[in-house]
């Protein structure tokens, strides 16, 4: 058998020899350990043939000898845990196959979900890493599709005096934060648009390179800081976010401001048509019964419906793109008092176009009548009852499918497979904890915080079903 030849490098190298004073100290806390045992011991004997009459000494003082006796081999048991702390704690390296983990300060958990769940978004992933473009042509484009208004970019190419030794970006930023008082509305929402992406795409460009980093040097979890960094960002484009960690944010609106940041084409465009039953009744509106108008969101938000049992996702979302009631409207007539006609109407939805990623919200937070609080319940006379609504939440569970489809405007069919979801623990709407899902090359993983366990299909069903935001990629 061959025989390779290993360099003196390769070779282990022996470990110091210990000095005189390394084992004198060995030597001591061996013998203060047994010394503590041995007390403990002898301790619990005497204690023993104090308490039980000598008749039973014979039988009682063995069993308690033993006892004693295996109860002190665990006295300095090295452990690594704390009171308060998870028993058997990660290790510092783990799996280079499992996803890193991200460790939470404070009440950042929403946070770290999303930033798990962002992850399985790749275009929006590799638009994010992508820098600002630093040449004209693709600057105007990547503008445009912001919303730019052309006259906006040819007065700031071409009248505003740009300082060469920074980029065209950090240029078109200072031109964006200049004062415009008498700017036409489109000017003013892009301004505020690009001024929150100026914030974000950094932050996140820097927590995307940090994930990066811990997935290929097998680093557990990212530090804390992370999550607390997005946060910050957030919290200085979006009044309704705070920046302190001890604040509980919910993990869907976080997500929602950070999609309003992407570029159009990661919106979804509806063709809204509304079709009115004019048979029988006077004109309506302009006396079309049909009227078209241009929708764009940049995620789908479906509703449970009242007394639903184990509803279907894909029938939620057929039933989003396809709704039909009826309007009531008066007669213009003078006579404020007649009689309403009834309208019945047809209003459906037509994706215009098939973004890279389909974003879905479903509505698990719903108001419910005040609470009757125990001073009111004990003493009617002298507490008022409460008059504030609840925010309570809903837990019915929904069937959700591994691929979706969705009717295009030309009638034909794209289909999208689910990626990644998030998830809140608790009963409390305006409180708990948030956990992400993903599929990662055909794994399941469930991501609370710095933990990343891979799970089987049932368990994912139960996290799944529970889901108050999901993420389709759009299938090739």
Not at 115 to 127: D, G, K, R
Not at 238 to 263: C, F, K, R, W
Not at 411 to 437: C, D, E, I
Request: hydrophobic residues 35%.
């Amino acid at each position: 058998m061959a025989t390779s030849a290993v360099s003196s490098d390769s070779l282990p190298v022996a470990p110091p020899a210990s000095s005189c004073l390394d084992k004198i100290s060995s030597l001591a806390k061996i013998i203060y350990e047994c010394a503590v045992r041995i007390i403990f011991i002898a301790t619990s004997i005497l204690i023993t043939a104090y308490l039980f009459p000598v008749g039973f000494h014979a039988v009682v003082l063995p069993v308690v000898g033993l006892s004693s006796t295996i109860t002190s081999a665990f006295f300095f048991r090295k452990s690594s845990t704390r009171s308060g702390e998870i028993s058997n704690p990660p290790p510092l390296m783990r799996p280079l196959a499992l996803p890193p983990g991200l460790e939470r300060e404070g009440n950042n958990c929403a946070f770290n979900s999303v930033i798990h769940a962002i992850q399985s978004l790749p275009e929006a992933y590799n638009w994010i890493n992508n820098p600002f473009p630093d040449n004209r042509n693709a600057f105007t484009t990547f503008v445009q599709n912001y919303g730019a208004p052309q006259g906006f970019i040819d007065s700031f190419f071409n009248n505003y005096p740009q300082n060469q030794a920074l980029s065209i970006h950090q240029n078109f930023i200072n031109y964006v934060n200049l004062p415009g008082a008498n700017d036409p509305l489109a000017i003013t929402e892009f301004r505020e648009k690009y001024k929150k992406l100026a914030i974000l795409k950094p932050v996140l460009q820097k927590i995307f390179t940090d994930y990066e980093h811990a997935q290929n040097g097998a680093l557990w979890a990212l530090s804390p800081a992370t999550s607390q960094s997005l946060r910050v960002a957030i919290s200085q484009c979006y009044q309704g976010i705070s920046s302190n960690s001890s604040v509980q944010e919910d993990a869907h609106e976080i997500m929602t401001q950070l999609l309003g940041v992407l570029p159009a084409d990661h919106h979804i465009q509806f063709e809204e048509i509304t079709t009115y039953d004019l048979t029988g009744r006077p004109p309506i509106l302009d006396g079309n019964s049909v009227n078209q108008k241009q929708v764009d969101e940049t995620e789908v938000k479906l509703v449970i419906q009242d007394g639903a049992l184990h509803p279907n996702l894909q029938q939620m979302l057929d039933g989003y793109c396809k709704v039909t009631d009826e309007l009531s409207r008066r007669a213009d007539d003078g006579t404020p008092n007649g009689t309403p006609t009834l309208y019945p109407r047809t209003t459906t939805l037509k994706f215009k176009n098939s973004p890279p990623a389909l974003n879905i919200q479903i509505k698990r937070t719903v108001t419910a009548p005040p609470a009757e609080t125990w001073q009111h319940y004990l003493f009617p006379r002298f507490f008022a009852a409460s008059v504030v609504p609840r925010q309570v939440k809903n837990t019915t569970p929904v069937n959700v499918p591994d691929t979706l489809s969705i009717e295009m405007q030309d009638g034909s069919h794209k289909t999208y497979r689910l990626t990644s979801f998030m998830q809140h623990l608790g009963s409390l709407a305006n409180g708990g904890h948030h956990v992400a899902g993903r599929i990662i090359n055909g794994q399941k993983y469930i991501m609370n915080d710095q933990y990343v366990s891979p799970v089987d299909q049932s368990e994912w069903e139960r996290s799944l079903q529970q889901a108050h935001s999901l993420c389709y990629l759009l299938n090739p």
